[in-house]
T-cell receptor, first 113, second 113 residues
Framework: GESVGLHLPTLSVQEGDNSIINCAYS??????FIWYKQESGKGPQFIID?????DKRQGQRVTVLLNKTVKHLSLQIAATQPGDSAVYFC????????????FGKGTHLIIQP | NAGVTQTPKFRILKIGQSMTLQCTQD?????MYWYRQDPGMGLKLIYY???????DKGEVPNGYNVSRSTTEDFPLRLELAAPSQTSVYFC????????????FGQGTRLTVV
């Protein structure tokens, strides 16, 4: 089965509100996590990443939180904008393995005016 | 920089036909990957390469072949197309193996009828 999964397939938020997208992982050997944004008809685009030796990392309007105790990852988007509408994927890599990332199914973020 | 370029963008194949999906990157990345994405799903790794002349199977390699004769190019070959191979195919590259962000191409939408 998949090591990485998401709690909700669709998340609807009001424009201007904060969005929180959650992700659970099951492999305790995973040490690198990354969030991708995929707009319709496009390839995944890097948002932010975090290593297992950290529990929080901030970018521009985005924050990733990592809770290794419960194997949970979240992406927070501040002041959600229409351009944030997309499918968001969390992905993991196990101890720098060469075989790329394992992706979850994704959460579709819908922004309501 | 062009990044990761995939061709073609769309293709319709008949069952049993063959084709090659092209992927090239201009970032001098050693690591390259092929993923497939089925509707409403995350990405699954087909094949990957850690450098020119070296390839290895990912999670779903059956029905596909790859080669890596140069650092820049990583073509994916479908020998006998089947309806189950209808999917969107993404090529990606990264500087290191799984420990850094992967850059994705725009995808190839393949339909097998």
């Amino acid at each position: 089965g998949e090591s990485v999964g998401l709690h909700l397939p669709t998340l609807s938020v009001q424009e201007g509100d904060n969005s929180i997208i959650n992700c659970a992982y099951s492999n305790s050997a995973s040490d690198y996590f990354i969030w991708y944004k995929q707009e319709s008809g496009k390839g995944p685009q890097f948002i932010i990443d975090i290593r297992s030796n950290m529990d929080k990392r901030q970018g521009q309007r985005v924050t990733v939180l990592l809770n290794k105790t419960v194997k949970h990852l979240s992406l927070q988007i501040a002041a959600t904008q229409p351009g944030d509408s997309a499918v968001y994927f969390c992905a993991e890599n196990i101890r720098g393995g060469a075989d790329g990332l394992t992706f979850g199914k994704g959460t579709h973020l819908i922004i309501q005016p | 920089n062009a990044g990761v370029t995939q061709t073609p963008k769309f293709r319709i194949l008949k069952i049993g036909q063959s084709m090659t999906l092209q992927c090239t990157q201009d970032m001098n990345h050693n690591y390259m990957y092929w993923y497939r994405q089925d509707p409403g799903m995350g990405l699954k790794l087909i094949y990957y390469s850690v450098g020119a002349g070296i390839t290895d199977k990912g999670e779903v390699p059956n029905g596909y072949n790859v080669s890596r004769s140069t650092t820049e190019d990583f073509p994916l070959r479908l020998e006998l197309a089947a309806p189950s191979q209808t999917s969107v195919y993404f090529c990606a590259s990264s500087y290191t193996g799984g420990g850094t962000e992967a850059f994705f191409g725009q995808g190839t939408r393949l339909t097998v009828v």
